[in-house]
């Protein structure tokens, strides 16, 4: 019984002993997995509606990391250090990091993008790889594009990747590696796509769109500068979006061509956006800043052309403070403008704020501090479509102007000169010019002086658009054919030509579709007077000769079309002519007075309706004409009085010759030849 606490006591010694082997023992244990695992992520407590990025430490090693094994001076490195500081470590290189997970937690997806030559190998099987990292010459040949990878159902999921040493697409660019549950990255990589080619096709249409516009119309260089800056964001956001959709296209795209496509894109941007500027707000930024930029553009484009990307990825951040400086001087611009008020300038400067704030963040991201991620893209899709509105707003508002200048335009000349000047053709040739034969036809009330009736001026107005219409009607722009051109109106008279520079397209004789349109110029002066309460009768005059006259525009000042010639003038005299025949036989109604030429023109039927007149007799010549031989006449139904206490005044003599004067003015004005 005496040896029994002395037994006890040796058990409790080597309990101690035991409880202190196994103490070391753990402990040991926990320094070898601190060492055999290098690098550990824990994901036992991951959200399961959140992705989980990789940019952690890595373990890293020279040489191969074998699974499980234990590796020889064991660091850790972060993994896109390795891209980063490639001049400083090896060509190649090895990481290894193991996730850990509970195995009744959602199945894993590793997503790899931006990574250049390599193999990933999970728990030691070979599962995926891109570009060679060893060829026959020792190069790296590296490859773009996203890599997916499900990873296995397990506790532990050891991961190691082999890769080559490259600079990506920036000198400070980081290798995204994303692991998260398998349906939030498939959904979100699918989301990602649909908005990346949503995207991708509206800088492509409105790139092609504004480049045709431009085609079409070379004058709006604005357009050619927009869609040079859409067509170049949109190459450059397909080869460094969240998607890659370059690659998608064309699986083996070109490594090299891939970043110089997307360095380009860089360049260009800023001198193309300030161009776009300048011409959208013309007076907001000066040709001496335009000029420097694009030469600082160009040498780093050349640079791209010239070398690989290895060398001018690590000289990108020098291009950064043109960046800086180009949104700086845009915005400036823009400010001015608004000033200005000038149209679209608000809706630009929110755009460009959208676009500045979206490059500041990336430049943040590719120099590897704070920011939000790639924005560029989407802000540049929300620049595009707000730059569309102000585009459409301003070609809005020009396709109304122009309607309006054409509604007005066709005012003052015929339709067929507005379209031709529209396509492009100079205002001279959209009329006939030099000589050619024709009817001319002088219109003429008279006395108009006397008509004291107070709606008198309507009656008359109304009376030349009917005139018009009658000149106009059938008319075709495209033949340039009508009854009659009208080449003067006079107040309360007019003259026009029939056969030139229109064609009448008519069967019958210019002659005969001069005298029709005689009769019905009168007859449309009896039907407009005759709502007047006149207190006279009132009587107008026509004129027909048929001669030669000439179309011209002025070789100097404002580019007018008009007709010249004897026939203009003696139209205005045979015209006259009524003050002649109202002294011999009396006012028996309205005169229309034709050339012998004319009158043997007409059908025999019309000629019935003619009365000669003798111009051999004294009193009955026709000045300036004074060989025709013979003229002839007839008279036409005239307005009557309506007022039974109103004097039946008739036009004196002396007024009729006054009247002639002033058709003799316009005759001289239309005959004074070349030298107008």
């Known amino acids: 019984m005496s040896d ?222 927009l869609g040079f800056f859409c067509l170049v964001n949109c190459v450059r956001s397909s080869v460094t979006g969240t998607v890659d959709t370059i690659l998608q296209i064309f699986p083996h795209f070109p490594y090299e061509l891939s970043f110089t496509l997307s360095y380009i894109g860089y360049y260009l941007s800023p001198p193309l956006f300030l161009q776009f500027i300048r011409l959208s707000f013309p007076g907001t930024i000066s040709v001496r800043i335009i000029r420097p930029l694009w030469c600082v553009s160009l040498v780093f484009v050349s640079l791209v052309l010239v070398s690989q990307v290895s060398l001018y990825g690590q000289l990108n951040y020098l291009f950064h403070a043109v960046t800086l400086a180009s949104i700086a001087i845009s915005f400036q611009a823009i400010i001015r403008a608004v000033r200005s008020r000038q149209r679209g300038a608000v809706l630009l400067l929110i755009a460009s704020t959208i676009v500045s704030l979206a490059t500041l963040n990336d430049v943040l991201y590719a120099e590897g501090w704070p920011s939000f991620g790639p924005l560029i893209h989407y802000a540049l899709f929300l620049f595009i479509l707000l730059q569309s509105i102000i585009l459409s707003s301003q070609f809005s508002s020009t396709f109304n102007e122009l309607a309006h200048i054409y509604r007005e335009f066709t005012k003052i000349v015929y339709l067929h000169t507005v379209k031709q000047i529209a396509s492009g053709q100079a205002i001279e040739s959209t009329m006939r010019v030099g000589a050619a034969e024709a009817v001319v036809v002088a219109f003429d009330i008279v006395g108009s002086s006397r008509i004291k009736s107070p709606g008198f001026t309507d009656a008359l107005e109304r009376m030349m658009g009917r005139c018009y219409d009658s000149m106009s009607h059938g008319y075709d722009p495209k033949l340039m054919k009508a009854p009659a051109f009208r080449l003067k109106e006079m107040g309360d008279g007019l003259l026009c030509s029939i056969g030139f520079p229109f064609i009448t397209g008519d069967s019958r004789s210019e002659s005969e579709v001069a005298t029709a349109l005689a009769a019905d110029f009168t007859q449309i002066f009896k039907e407009e007077m005759e709502k007047l309460d006149l207190e006279a009768d009132a009587y107008c005059s026509v004129g027909i000769v048929k001669g030669t006259v000439e179309g011209f525009f002025p070789r100097f000042g404002v580019k007018q079309y008009d007709l010249r010639g004897k026939a203009i003038m003696l139209a205005t005299r045979y015209e006259s002519m009524r003050n002649a025949v109202y002294q011999k036989l009396g006012w028996h109604g309205s005169v229309i007075f034709v050339q012998d030429e004319v009158y043997r023109d007409l059908s025999p039927d019309e000629q019935e309706l003619y009365t000669l007149w003798d111009t051999t007799l004294d009193k009955q010549r026709i000045r300036d004409d004074a060989s025709a031989p013979r003229a002839w006449f007839r008279f036409m139904p005239h307005p009557e009085r309506r007022l039974p206490h109103g004097k039946a005044e008739k036009v004196e003599e002396g007024e009729v010759a006054l009247e002639a004067a002033e058709c003799e003015g316009v005759s001289r004005e239309h005959s004074a030849g070349k030298n107008r």
């Open 4 to 225: 029994e606490p002395l037994i006890n006591q040796g058990i409790n010694r080597n309990m101690r002993s035991l409880l202190l082997v196994l103490f070391t023992l753990v402990m040991c244990s926990g320094n070898l997995a601190s060492e055999v695992y290098g690098a550990v992520l824990d994901l036992r407590t991951a959200s399961d509606s959140d992705s989980t990025s990789l940019d952690v430490p890595w373990e890293f090693s020279e040489g191969p990391i074998h699974p499980g094994q234990f590796q020889v001076n064991p660091r850790a490195e972060e993994l896109a250090a390795f891209w980063m500081s490639g001049s400083k470590l090896p060509e190649r290189g090895t990481f290894r990091l193991t996730l850990r997970r509970t195995f009744d937690q959602p199945a894993l997806l590793l997503t790899m993008r931006d990574m250049p030559a390599f193999r990933l190998f999970v728990n030691g099987v070979l599962s995926a790889s891109k570009g060679k990292i060893y060829t026959s010459e020792g190069m790296i040949e590296n490859e773009r594009g996203m890599t997916n990878v499900l990873l296995p159902q397990a506790d532990e999921i050891e991961l190691i990747i082999e890769a080559g040493a490259s600079f990506p697409r920036w000198a400070a660019s980081r290798s995204v590696l994303t692991v998260g549950p398998e349906a939030l990255l498939r959904n979100q990589t699918l989301v990602d796509t649909i908005v990346l080619a949503l995207m991708l096709g509206g800088l492509f249409i409105t790139g092609i769109y504004h480049v045709a516009l431009y085609i079409l119309t070379p004058s709006r260089s604005v357009t050619l500068v």
